[in-house]
Nanobody, 121 residues
Framework: QVQLVESGGGLVQAGGSLRLSCAAS????????MGWYRQAPGSQRELVAT??????KYADFVKGRFTISRDNAKNTVYLQMNSLKPEDTAVYYC????????????????WGKGTQVTVSS
């Protein structure tokens, strides 16, 4: 019912920047929360950033370097990543909490398939 398409990952040198995008499509009435998680090899998935209609939150390890934003008209969330470090290497997953057109008042969580970010030293 809802599809998420991520883009923007890749290989970058330490200190560089990348911008991730995640576009949601389908039977969407509204989206309240959008966000990004990441998972490095051998590690658990961890929260990077979330954004609601008026507020964003960040994990301490990305504060001051990453910026999350959203375009409600496009149902798209972005993650601008600056001053990248080798330890930022991971698969980045977006998620959205969606109110479906068929089920007003209930929010469902959907996940993207992930995009690889690799930061070389």
């Amino acid at each position: 019912q809802v599809q998420l398409v991520e883009s923007g990952g890749g290989l970058v040198q330490a200190g560089g920047s990348l911008r991730l995008s995640c576009a949601a499509s389908g039977s969407i009435r509204s989206i309240n929360v959008m966000g990004w998680y990441r998972q490095a090899p051998g590690s658990q998935r961890e929260l990077v950033a979330t954004i609601t209609t008026g507020r964003s939150k960040y994990a301490d390890f990305v504060k001051g370097r990453f910026t999350i934003s959203r375009d409600n008209a496009k149902n798209t969330v972005y993650l601008q990543m600056n001053s990248l470090k080798p330890e930022d290497t991971a698969v980045y997953y977006c998620y959205v909490n969606v109110e479906l057109t068929e089920y007003s008042g209930t929010y469902w969580q959907y996940w993207g398939k992930g995009t690889q970010v690799t930061v070389s030293s």
